[in-house]
């Protein structure tokens, strides 16, 4: 029995689970040291370094209580130091906006100083390599901190080429990466790409309840750490507390400094696995799952725009997540209610210069994966009617 009535949720996170994912979540609790639990964890930390391409036994995987928003405050609290670092915020959209808030107010002294906001020139737009090269040559900063996909305008950064940049042009500068909307769904390489940290949560393409923050922070990045002199922490956010416990559960053994949500922890073990063990196109895997995730998405923006000849957001497929799709459309307040009668959970804008103008469909995990449940399909029907009303 469901104490709500949302049969196919389609926004872009919390997404729909698994059955299995659901069934970890009905069990019975345990205690946080037994040894079946400290294998879960040490299993999902593992498997959350595979999903990030972070495959060798350098850095630190994370995996705490909270929501995606505790990873602005994880960056803030421990790579930044507050009396003299420069950080570089580029911007595409709403949840950008929120990370430089959360770095200006928090976790630095003299944000008009130590905080500069590098913006798209409009809505649905991505920050022009040239112009971050520019930035980075303007003066010494400590951090480059981007949003991977902005789910306010469903833009895709090309992370792959601005790492790339900031490795050459300003090579101290440490990479610190928002993947909430993006891991699970878009190619991330942490390694290849020499990334140091990256934040995350369970409820989006991961397709795990909400309710843990999720990360992976890199060599570079715990020396940083290690060497910071002055921090604007804080007793729960401090890595000084939570390392330790990370790299004993992932070497099997349990270790305790705050009390970790089992049942969450065991749901997050089988969606890692899940993705792990998906098979699509003569790959089984990250990368099956991303393809099939970009093969659902351009299939949907394709018909939205060629037969319902509406406009996406992120203007063109390049540009565009594969997570989610937002459409410009006449009125979304009527569009979003003929979807809800039809049994669609979609949602409305929140872009502050364009949120009454679009609507956002979420496209991930399970909905974006398994055809046979045409959830995609389905709304893109209930869709195109919904527009000719
Ligand atoms: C959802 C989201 C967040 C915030 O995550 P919460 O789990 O809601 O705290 C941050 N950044 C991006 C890109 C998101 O999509």
Request: proline letters at 4%.
């Amino acid at each position: 029995m469901s104490l709500h009535d949302q049969t196919k949720l389609l926004i872009p996170g919390p997404i729909k689970m698994s059955p299995e994912v659901i069934g970890a979540l009905g069990q019975q609790s345990v205690s946080h040291t037994c040894p079946t639990f400290t294998d879960s964890f040490r299993d999902s930390l593992t498997k959350l370094r595979r999903v990030y391409g972070a495959d060798s036994t350098k850095g630190i995987p994370l995996i705490i209580s909270g929501s995606g928003t505790l990873g602005f405050d994880l960056v803030g609290s421990n790579l930044i130091d507050s009396k003299k670092d420069n950080v570089l915020v580029l911007s595409t959209g709403f949840f950008s906006d929120e990370f430089h808030e959360a770095i200006s107010q928090y976790y630095v002294e003299d944000a008009s100083k130590q905080v500069t906001r590098l913006g798209a020139p409009n809505a649905g737009a991505t920050v022009s390599i040239d112009e971050i090269e520019r930035e980075l040559g303007s003066k010494q900063y400590d951090l480059i901190v981007m949003t991977h996909v902005d789910t306010s305008t469903g833009v895709l950064l090309d992370v792959e080429s601005i790492a790339n940049l900031v490795h050459k042009v300003s090579p101290d500068t440490l990479i610190a990466v928002d993947t909430v909307c993006s891991l699970g769904c878009e190619t991330i390489e942490f390694d290849k790409w020499g990334l140091d940290i990256c934040i995350s949560a369970s409820q989006k393409a991961i397709g795990a309840p909400p309710g843990l923050s999720l990360g992976m922070v890199s060599e570079n990045a715990l020396k940083k750490h290690e060497s910071l002199s002055s921090k604007s922490g804080s007793y729960y956010t401090s890595f000084t507390k939570w390392l330790p416990i990370l790299r004993s559960f992932e070497s099997g053994k349990s270790a305790y400094f705050a009390t970790p949500p089992v049942q969450m922890i065991d749901s997050l073990r089988i969606a890692l696995t899940q993705i792990l063990e998906y098979s699509f196109d003569n790959q089984t895997g990250i990368h099956a799952r991303i393809a099939k995730h970009k093969q659902t998405s351009d299939n949907f923006k394709t018909a939205v725009v060629e037969q319902m000849k509406q406009e996406l957001v992120s203007g063109s497929l390049n540009n565009s997540a594969h997570g989610l799709t937002a459409i410009y459309v006449k009125d979304p307040p009527s569009v979003i209610q003929y979807m809800a009668k039809h049994g669609y959970t979609i949602t409305g804008g929140i872009h502050k210069d364009i949120k009454s103008k679009y609507i956002r469909v979420g496209h991930m995990g399970i909905s974006a994966c398994d055809d046979s449940l045409n959830d995609v399909s389905g709304c893109l029907q209930t869709l195109s009617e919904a527009l000719k009303q």
